[in-house]
């Protein structure tokens, strides 16, 4: 059986190629955030192409025990967890259970906020057309914690994108988010990283490196 080729040669692949579904919009005042650490690529690539301001979230998977990998919630730096029901119902999970695991993600989402934020002062939101950028959407964990944080800032409109995208996960988020845009929706998606054909763990520095001096 021939092996499917991958959609993007790395995230500023699909930053040029997601800024070619974003350019030809009408956005008022608009500013570009990439999810740290896999979005910040991606979004630097997105917020060259519009003219955009450039600037960072932070949301962290809160795991399920002994598979860290499995995501149950996802927390940011301030705002409320949130929870998978069905997730916490299958492994017989309860929010209690995982407090210290949430509290142990809160305590990371905020020290990577505060090292990218040193000496940099952060974007306003407020009345302005706000991009949520990833490098993917698979469950939509993480990005449904960062775009209902960001709403406390009362953007004009907040659109989620992603290079690429489960399907199942696009339309929970259309839930969320004002708009959803995404490349390619493919049916048969499992993960983000098999759509890429350089998908390299990212560092702090290389998103600090993404986002310029303060």
């Known amino acids: 059986m021939p092996v499917r080729p991958r959609i993007f040669a790395d995230r500023e692949d699909g930053g040029r190629r997601l800024a070619g579904e974003l350019r030809d919009r009408d956005w008022t005042d608009p500013v570009v955030l990439g999810l ?21 979230a932070v949301a962290r998977k809160i795991g399920a025990p002994g598979h860290r990998e499995f995501g149950v919630g996802a927390v940011t730096p301030h705002g409320p967890a949130i929870y998978d029901a069905a997730a916490l119902r299958t492994l017989d999970l309860t929010p209690a259970r995982m407090a210290r695991t949430e509290t ?53 409109t907040l659109v989620f994108a992603a ?10 988020m259309r839930h969320e988010a ?30 600090l490196a993404l986002l310029g001096p303060g």
């Open 36 to 56: 740290a650490r896999g979005g910040v690529p991606v979004a630097a690539v997105v917020a060259r192409r519009l003219g955009a301001e450039l600037d960072v």
């Open 104 to 156: 142990r993600e809160r305590a990371e989402a905020r020290r990577r906020l505060e090292r990218y934020r040193a000496g940099r002062t952060p974007a306003v939101l407020t009345h302005r057309d706000v991009l949520l950028v990833d490098d993917g959407l698979a469950t939509g964990g993480t990005a449904t914690a960062a775009v209902r944080d960001l709403r406390a800032a009362r953007p004009r």
């Open 163 to 172: 290079p690429v995208a489960a399907p199942g996960a696009v339309t929970r």
């Open 178 to 207: 004002d708009d959803v845009v995404c490349v390619a929706e493919p049916p048969d998606f499992r993960a983000v990283g098999q759509w890429y054909a350089d998908f390299r763990q990212l560092e702090d520095d290389d998103v």
